[in-house]
């Protein structure tokens, strides 16, 4: 990364939650409100669904091709969810930040916490909360897109993951959009004030 695009202090958002909890929802709020943060797209073996476009929603690719991109360490983060891989692409990200770049990327929570091991200094975690478990359940059976089991199986997971959410830098509480989103922007400003006043005061001890 050059010094001039350091001084930009590009971050990564790693936005996590339950499935259903609205993450990419508040994703595009916060875009609509920051243009300048770009959304990293994920790649899936899972076939797409209605209304899904190839290079904006995921990257549809096969288990061979994921499994190549695994073995060549080309996939910073990956997960598997009834019988499909979901991993974050490793050279866009970091395309990304070498263009001085902020980039959000919705992902899996075990995704989060391993994206920051891979990019520690930029990575920043926030995990987003349903009001509650029963709201939780009412939008998962409310999207209509999956089975019953697949239904059970991402409620029992999210079970799970809500007890991880301690291992996050924010917890945000998606109770309406625009509000989870306003958080979000606040959030990320909050981070780029930090890396500033720490290049500053890096730039004194220097001097």
Do not use: W
């Not at 990364?1 to 958002?13: C, D, G, R």
């Not at 990304?96 to 994206?115: H, M, P, R, Y």
């Amino acid at each position: 990364m050059s010094m001039a695009n350091e001084h930009n202090f590009p971050i990564i958002l790693a936005v996590s939650g339950p499935s259903g909890v609205g993450k990419g929802t508040c994703i595009a709020a916060l875009r609509k409100m920051c243009p300048a943060i770009k959304l990293s797209v994920s790649a899936t073996t899972r076939k797409p669904r209605p209304n899904e476009i190839e290079g904006i929603h995921y990257y549809f690719i096969s288990e061979q091709q994921f499994n190549d991109y695994l073995k060549n360490d080309e996939i910073i983060e990956y997960d598997t969810f009834c019988g499909n891989y979901y991993g974050t692409p490793r050279q866009a990200v970091a395309k990304c930040l070498e263009e001085g770049k902020d980039i959000a990327l919705d992902i899996t929570v075990k995704g989060s916490l391993n994206v920051k091991r891979f990019f520690p200094n930029e990575t920043v975690t926030i995990f987003i909360m349903p009001p509650n478990f029963n709201e939780l359940k009412q939008r998962l059976i409310g999207r209509g897109t999956e089975t019953f089991e697949v239904v059970k199986e991402r409620l029992a997971r999210a079970d799970r993951e809500l007890e991880q959410s301690k291992e996050f830098d924010y917890i945000v509480v998606n109770n309406e959009v625009g509000q989870c989103a306003t958080e979000l922007l606040q959030i990320y400003q909050t981070e780029k004030a930090k890396r500033l006043i720490k290049f500053q005061q890096e730039q004194k001890k220097n001097d």
